[in-house]
T-cell receptor, first 112, second 113 residues
Framework: GIQVEQSPPDLILQEGANSTLRCNFSDSVNNLQWFHQNPWGQLINLFYIPSGTKQNGRLSATTVATERYSLLYISSSQTTDSGVYFCAVERPRGGATNKLIFGTGTLLAVQP | EAQVTQNPRYLITVTGKKLTVTCSQNMNHEYMSWYRQDPGLGLRQIYYSMNVEVTDKGDVPEGYKVSRKEKRNFPLILESPSPNQTSLYFC????????????FGPGTRLTVT
């Protein structure tokens, strides 16, 4: 099956610093999403980005589908950015299962 | 507000006592799924539904049942819960005629003793 790898696995930042999280996937995908899981366990949708670039405030994401990777940029990090960031992909809907395949996540800790 | 809701958010129960976790979405989505999240194993799909009365097994369906009698609701049923079903559960929905983006509920933290 499709493999989704995220790097780095852990990241510690000082408040105000910038960071880049990477997601590599092993096959063509129909859907790619970035999520933030906060300390209370909730999965927050950040971006739906199967290709191209999007920005939302201090966060932006770029997916290069032909090279099978996506990047999540966090600028001017804040303590509330702490948590786990997941990349998740869905295969093309030939045999549709509506299944998102999640990467192992990047654990981010932003220190004041 | 477009959202997926789950209830209860937290539940502690005992082995063998039947329980139901409800899931409801107000976005008129056809597709709905249940996932469980476990340390070291990530998120795995339990069951999915492509529309009313159409459901199928995901990767880890053993010990679970689902039903889809209405488009907006997709309850997860544990007929006889066991401690290995202690987990964080998420319901999700999406529309094949839309972007395909999946929206997740807030999660249900279940402990079976």
């Amino acid at each position: 099956g499709i493999q989704v790898e995220q790097s780095p696995p852990d990241l510690i930042l000082q408040e105000g610093a910038n960071s880049t999280l990477r997601c590599n996937f092993s096959d063509s995908v129909n859907n790619l999403q970035w999520f933030h899981q906060n300390p209370w366990g909730q999965l927050i949708n950040l971006f739906y980005i199967p290709s191209g670039t999007k920005q939302n405030g201090r966060l932006s994401a770029t997916t290069v589908a032909t090279e099978r990777y996506s990047l999540l940029y966090i600028s001017s990090s804040q303590t509330t950015d702490s948590g786990v960031y997941f990349c998740a992909v869905e295969r093309p809907r030939g045999g549709a299962t509506n299944k998102l395949i999640f990467g192992t996540g990047t654990l981010l800790a932003v220190q004041p | 507000e477009a959202q997926v809701t789950q209830n209860p958010r937290y539940l502690i129960t005992v082995t063998g006592k039947k329980l139901t976790v409800t899931c409801s979405q107000n976005m008129n989505h056809e597709y709905m799924s249940w996932y469980r999240q476990d340390p070291g194993l990530g998120l795995r799909q339990i069951y999915y539904s492509m529309n009313v009365e159409v459901t199928d097994k995901g990767d880890v369906p053993e010990g679970y049942k689902v039903s889809r009698k209405e488009k907006r609701n997709f309850p997860l049923i544990l007929e006889s819960p066991s401690p290995n079903q202690t987990s964080l559960y998420f319901c999700a929905s999406s529309s094949p005629s839309g972007s395909g983006e999946q929206y997740f509920g807030p999660g249900t933290r279940l402990t079976v003793t």
